[in-house]
């Protein structure tokens, strides 16, 4: 692929979807078969099932289960091909999406395009949190925060100093969403039993966990009654929840949070630190909405018409947590069904004829929230249905297993949480120095590419070679 603009042979249409996602994958899978072109574009080569990251952050499954090539997964739709790049640029006049595909630009025109690119952690402006406590959003998130959380147990085996044990098995999870219950929750059940026997100089059931978030409740969308059953079992398994309280720092020594009914500042020190207290939608909805004259909320969705396309721009839909509309919550359902309805829309018209104005508008059907607090224990709410303990349990397994894709993985996942029902132990604790490093070095890495402007391993090990070119001039 080179700079200049490519759409593929035949002359059919060309749609383009941003995303590998739930959203982006549930629309190029419904294009199966259709008289279209369908090039999908996403930075990893894998689609994540981001609701089980925290089972292998905590040991429970590996990250191939939850992620599977996305090539795989399309293998069989001969009009959809897939491209692993990172899209920069999308320019709606010209109908163009540029991606970097590692130091080499490919410029695709589309006729529709889906932007589906999900959304990122925010540390509302503290970016510099980030160094010391990671977001859960990534394959490669989830592994370091396992080598972490495994770090700590092992450096507080050998530390002489019992402060510093204290500090190395003090765990704070910032963020009581989701993610956070799940996460505490796991934490709780790794050190108290799967961890029991495992060490000599430690009691890993001393381990202090933290679960701090500044609203009134954990759990805050699935309402008080599920909020505090859940707040019950997590207490009853050991964390310790802090609530009404904003964390002012995150350093290398531990967590400063105030409580903000009081005006008490407290600092827990802590080795390993997770957040999960903030998501801001991918930089490119702003991008696509400056040019449409379309303002992003405050966390950056974009708002977008009953069709959930974008401005005057009947073509380009943008779905998942991308979009802001009608309050949706930023879950897997309102991906998936945006992702189909975009898809449907596109054939409608592509294929039939029918015009922009004829479309039904989206709308979305609820079908309930759920979480995970422990083995054993989920909270489920579906409209006015709430469910909690083991039959929300029972329930959010079968649903799970449902959603995730291909036939292995659920086959992997429903043979490891049966064996981790009956037994302490977990086997998906590999722990490698890559793990816990590697983000903070790409991170320095990029610092000094974008000093010295230049933009890719690839080229920078052509420039240390001596060739000295300049990627952003690179084309086939
Ligand atoms: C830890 C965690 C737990 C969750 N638990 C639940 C849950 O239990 N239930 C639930 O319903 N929802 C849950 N969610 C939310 C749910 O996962 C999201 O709402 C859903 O993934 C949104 O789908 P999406 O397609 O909009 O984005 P994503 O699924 O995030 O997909 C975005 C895709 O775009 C790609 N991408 C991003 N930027 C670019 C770019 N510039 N170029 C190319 N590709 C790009 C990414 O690599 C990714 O593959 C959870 C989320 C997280 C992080």
Known sequence: MSSTPHRPAGGRHHVVIIGAGFGGLFAAK?????????????????????????QVATGILSEGEIAPAIRQILADQDNVRVVKGEVRNVD???????????????????????????????YFG????????????????????????????????ITEDPAERERLLTFVVVGAGPTGVELAGQLAEMSHRTLRDEFR??????????????????LAPFGKRLGRKAARRLEDLGVEIVLNS??????????????????????VPSYAKIWSAGVAASPLGKHVAEQAGVEVDRAGRVP??????????????????????????????????????????????ATNGTSPEARAPFSYFDKGSMA?????????????????????????????????????????????????????????????????????????????????????IEVRDNLRFGEGRDTRAISD
Do not use: C
Not at 247 to 258: A, L, P, S
């Open 372 to 456: 995970i607090v422990s083995r054993f224990s989920a909270v489920v709410k579906m409209n006015k249905a709430e469910v909690s303990g083991f039959v929300g349990w029972v329930m959010w397994l079968i649903l799970h297993l449902l959603y995730m894709v291909g036939f292995r993985n659920r086959a992997v996942a429903a043979f490891s949480w049966g064996l981790n029902s009956v037994s302490r132990r977990r086997w998906q604790l590999v722990a490698t120095r890559q793990q816990l490093h590697a983000r903070n070095a790409l991170r320095k890495l990029r610092e000094m590419e974008d000093k010295e402007g230049i933009r890719s």
């Open 246 to 267: 904003l964390v002012t720092d995150v350093n290398k020594q531990g967590v400063r949070f105030k409580n903000m009914k009081t005006g008490e500042e407290t600092f």
């Open 304 to 349: 977008v018409n009953d069709d959930l396309t974008l401005g005057e721009y009947r073509n380009v839909f943008i779905i998942g947590d991308m979009m802001s509309k009608d309050r949706l919550p930023g879950v897997a359902q309102v991906a998936m069904q945006g992702g189909q309805y975009a898809a449907k829309t596109i054939i409608d018209e």
């Open 201 to 218: 100089e430690i009691d890993t059931e001393n381990t202090r966990i933290l679960l701090v978030d500044g609203g009134s409740q954990v």
């Open 126 to 157: 503290n970016e510099q949190f980030a160094e010391f406590a990671p977001g859960m959003k990534s394959v490669d998130d989830a592994l370091e925060i396992r080598a972490r959380l495994t770090g700590a147990f092992e450096r507080a085996e």
């Open 30 to 54: 419904r294009f199966k078969d259709e008289n279209v072109s369908v090039t999908i574009v996403d930075r990893t080569n894998h689609h994540l099932f981001q609701p089980l990251l925290y």
């Open 92 to 122: 709606l006049k010209a109908q163009t999406v540029t991606a970097d595909l590692g130091g080499k630009d490919a410029v695709l025109e589309f006729d529709s395009l889906i932007m589906a690119a999900g959304a990122g952690q925010s």
